[in-house]
């Protein structure tokens, strides 16, 4: 795939509808950089190797959009996991093999966007969702008790609002145990804005 390296992060240059076509055909990680991620990148080394784990890396920033372009190798498009979302479940909306867990926002707000979801593309499609506790992510059997309930959910994608880096260390940690799931998203704040 054409990639534009910034710094130490190489950036997919395609287009959102392509993405969105080859999530469909192969499923994958999705991580969306921007500059807060691009500075830890520079001093969080697990989360360096973690994004090594990714199978998409898209441009979700207008300051890496124009630094691409300084570099002489434009990036198409700008792809904001805020878009991708909603994008997302629109164009698979038909599809109904494609069902969605959301993990991750304030208690009950997660259920809100399930609902909203739902009623927008007029099927269960959102099949579960779960807001973990402040500081889940170093219970062992908390994350087990997670990836449980989203093996019974039998959903196909998994989109993860938990801010960055803890949704894209959780996502290549617990990966390997998701055995319904083909579509990973790390979407930061999107949970809350589906919400609304
Ligand atoms: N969040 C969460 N659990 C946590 C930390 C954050 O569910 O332990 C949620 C928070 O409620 C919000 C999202 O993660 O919905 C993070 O949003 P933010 O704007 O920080 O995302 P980013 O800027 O990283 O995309």
């Given at each position: 795939?054409?990639?534009?390296?910034?710094?130490?992060?190489?950036?997919?240059?395609?287009?959102?509808?392509?993405?969105?076509?080859?999530?469909?055909?192969?499923?994958?990680?999705?991580?969306?950089?921007?500059?807060?991620?691009?500075?830890?990148?520079?001093?969080?080394?697990?989360?360096?190797?973690?994004?090594?784990?990714?199978?998409?890396?898209?441009?979700?920033?207008?300051?890496?959009?124009?630094?691409?372009?300084?570099?002489?190798?434009?990036?198409?498009?700008?792809?904001?996991?805020?878009?991708?979302?909603?994008?997302?479940?629109?164009?698979?909306?038909?599809?109904?093999?494609?069902?969605?867990?959301?993990?991750g926002a304030a208690e009950g707000v997660a259920a809100r966007a399930?609902?909203?979801?739902?009623?927008?593309?007029?099927?269960?499609?959102?099949?579960?969702?779960?807001?973990?506790?402040?500081?889940?992510?170093?219970?062992?059997?908390?994350?087990?008790?997670?990836?449980?309930?989203?093996?019974?959910?039998?959903?196909?994608?998994?989109?993860?609002?938990?801010?960055?880096?803890?949704?894209?260390?959780?996502?290549?940690?617990?990966?390997?145990?998701?055995?319904?799931?083909?579509?990973?998203?790390?979407?930061?704040?999107?949970?809350?804005?589906?919400?609304?």
């Amino acid at each position: 795939m054409n990639t534009v390296k910034i710094l130490n992060v190489n950036i997919d240059n395609l287009s959102q509808d392509e993405l969105l076509q080859k999530l469909g055909q192969r499923g994958g990680v999705v991580f969306t950089p921007n500059v807060d991620h691009l500075v830890n990148l520079q001093r969080d080394e697990e989360f360096y190797q973690i994004y090594q784990n990714s199978d998409y890396r898209v441009c979700d920033s207008q300051v890496l959009y124009y630094a691409s372009r300084l570099l002489g190798q434009p990036i198409r498009e700008k792809i904001s996991g805020s878009d991708l979302f909603p994008a997302f479940y629109t164009h698979y909306k038909n599809c109904e093999n494609t069902t969605i867990f959301l993990l991750g926002a304030a208690e009950g707000v997660a259920a809100r966007a399930q609902e909203k979801i739902n009623s927008i593309v007029g099927r269960n499609m959102v099949v579960d969702t779960y807001s973990p506790p402040y500081g889940f992510e170093k219970d062992e059997v908390e994350c087990q008790r997670i990836v449980d309930r989203i093996n019974q959910s039998k959903a196909t994608v998994l989109a993860v609002g938990l801010g960055a880096p803890k949704q894209e260390k959780w996502i290549v940690k617990h990966k390997h145990k998701l055995k319904n799931i083909r579509v990973f998203l790390a979407i930061g704040a999107s949970i809350d804005f589906e919400a609304g």
